[in-house]
């Protein structure tokens, strides 16, 4: 694959960068307004600066670990990955999941084009997003039903707590069942990728103005993913340290909301932070239109309301948790791309 093949995908519309920031920058200032410009600067004052630099340092350690587990799942294939530059791919990633927010896509795309650069095949880089996916979902679901189950036993019926358990019981397992059995018939898998393959072609085609899904390299993509499944069999360690990687991920960023509340002098409940945590960032990876602080900022806004916290401190904790989370990784993630494609490895 050439330079300019791995290029183009990154190529946007600039104007559509600059609108969708003027968009978010428009949210933003305008959450401010709810409870008023004068009352924000006057809590801005008291808010405890360590707490403000826990929330930074825990929410930066999210890229290092995510890194991480990058580096150990590209083992699989016995490829070394350098950490710096791969640290550096997932803030490139971020930004641009920032700028166009589009359920990951674009941070996919970057980190795609940089570990293909660093000698894994197409293929590999998806058994390595499949992998990664599942162990986030896997977390994120086993993290949400801790917070489910914790803010329910607080409260005085139980009864929700058996048929939550009941249902949980009953439908996790059946679709791990069926998703193992649709993966052990590789025939079926095959026949639905490749029925699938023409419809999402077409979109990219019309985007790229070249056809991206061919059916060899689709069949090549489903080769390499059932070899690197079966190696990812073999070597359950490496899996293993992706898992523990995640789980920190998802610590790290709950710790990063928890400062950013314990900052405006607001203890959350662990049972409503978990809450408001999994369920704003399933929001955020669903969400395909522009405009992402706002529909996180909303959902955070309304479940933060929900659990009793005040709507000064809510709206406080909102703002603070955004800049550090969302505005963050622009600048330094576009910095981050900018040496990326200096270097060329990417």
């Given at each position: 694959?050439?330079?300019?093949?791995?290029?183009?995908?990154?190529?946007?519309?600039?104007?559509?960068?600059?609108?969708?920031?003027?968009?978010?920058?428009?949210?933003f200032?305008?959450?401010?307004?709810?409870?008023g410009?004068r009352?924000?600067?006057?809590?801005?004052?008291?808010?405890?600066?360590?707490?403000l630099?826990?929330?930074?340092?825990?929410?930066?350690?999210?890229?290092?670990?995510?890194?991480?587990?990058?580096?150990?799942?590209?083992?699989?294939?016995?490829?070394?990955?350098?950490?710096?530059?791969?640290?550096?791919a997932?803030?490139?990633?971020?930004?641009?999941?920032?700028?166009?927010?589009?359920?990951?896509?674009p941070?996919?795309?970057?980190?795609?084009?940089?570990?293909?650069?660093?000698?894994?095949?197409?293929?590999?880089?998806?058994?390595?997003?499949?992998?990664?996916?599942?162990?986030?979902?896997?977390?994120?679901?086993m993290?949400?039903?801790?917070g489910?189950?914790?803010?329910?036993?607080?409260?005085?019926?139980?009864?929700?707590?058996?048929?939550?358990?009941v249902?949980?019981?009953?439908?996790?397992p059946?679709?791990?069942?069926?998703?193992?059995?649709?993966?052990?018939?590789?025939?079926?898998?095959?026949?639905?990728?490749?029925?699938?393959?023409?419809?999402?072609?077409?979109?990219?085609?019309w985007?790229?103005?070249?056809?991206?899904?061919?059916?060899l390299?689709?069949?090549?993509?489903?080769?390499?993913?059932?070899?690197?499944?079966?190696?990812?069999?073999?070597?359950?360690?490496?899996?293993?340290?992706?898992?523990?990687?995640?789980?920190?991920?998802?610590?790290?960023?709950?710790?990063?909301?928890?400062?950013?509340?314990?900052?405006?002098?607001?203890?959350?409940?662990?049972?409503?932070?978990?809450?408001?945590?999994?369920?704003?960032?399933?929001?955020?990876?669903?969400?395909?239109?522009?405009?992402?602080?706002?529909?996180?900022?909303?959902?955070?806004?309304?479940?933060?309301?929900a659990f009793?916290?005040?709507?000064?401190?809510?709206?406080?904790?909102?703002?603070?948790?955004?800049?550090?989370?969302?505005?963050?990784?622009?600048?330094?993630?576009?910095?981050?791309?900018?040496?990326?494609?200096?270097?060329?490895?990417?």
């Open positions: 694959m050439t330079d300019k093949t791995i290029a183009r995908p990154l190529a946007v519309d600039r104007r559509q960068i600059v609108y969708l920031m003027i968009l978010g920058v428009a949210v200032l305008f959450v401010p307004k709810l409870i410009f009352h924000v600067l006057l809590l801005l004052q008291v808010a405890h600066p360590t707490f630099v826990l929330a930074l340092g825990a929410e930066t350690l999210r890229y290092f670990v995510s890194a991480g587990s990058t580096i150990v799942l590209a083992r699989l294939f016995e490829v070394t990955i350098p950490t710096t530059p791969m640290t550096e997932f803030f490139a990633g971020a930004a641009a999941n920032r700028t166009f927010s589009t359920g990951g896509a941070g996919m795309i970057i980190r795609f084009a940089f570990l293909t650069r660093e000698g894994l095949p197409p293929g590999a880089v998806a058994v390595i997003f499949l992998i990664e996916d599942i162990i986030g979902t896997a977390i994120g679901v993290i949400f039903f801790v489910i189950l914790t803010v329910t036993n607080a409260l005085p019926d139980r009864a929700s707590i058996a048929e939550f358990s249902i949980a019981g009953l439908v996790s059946l679709i791990l069942l069926v998703g193992w059995r649709v993966y052990r018939h590789r025939a079926w898998v095959e026949k639905i990728v490749h029925a699938v393959a023409p419809a999402i072609n077409r979109p990219l085609e985007f790229f103005g070249r056809p991206i899904l061919t059916w390299g689709v069949q090549r993509a489903l080769d390499d993913f059932y070899a690197g499944m079966s190696i990812a069999r073999r070597s359950p360690l490496n899996v293993a340290a992706s898992f523990l990687f995640n789980i920190v991920r998802y610590l790290a960023g709950a710790a990063a909301l928890y400062f950013s509340f314990y900052a405006m002098q607001w203890t959350i409940s662990p049972g409503a932070l978990i809450l408001i945590f999994t369920t704003v960032s399933f929001v955020s990876s669903v969400s395909a239109v522009p405009g992402e602080v706002a529909i996180m900022g909303t959902s955070m806004a309304l479940l933060s309301f009793g916290v005040p709507g000064d401190i809510a709206v406080m904790s909102l703002l603070l948790s955004r800049a550090i989370a969302f505005w963050l990784p622009i600048p330094v993630g576009y910095a981050a791309l900018w040496h990326l494609r200096r270097q060329q490895l990417l």
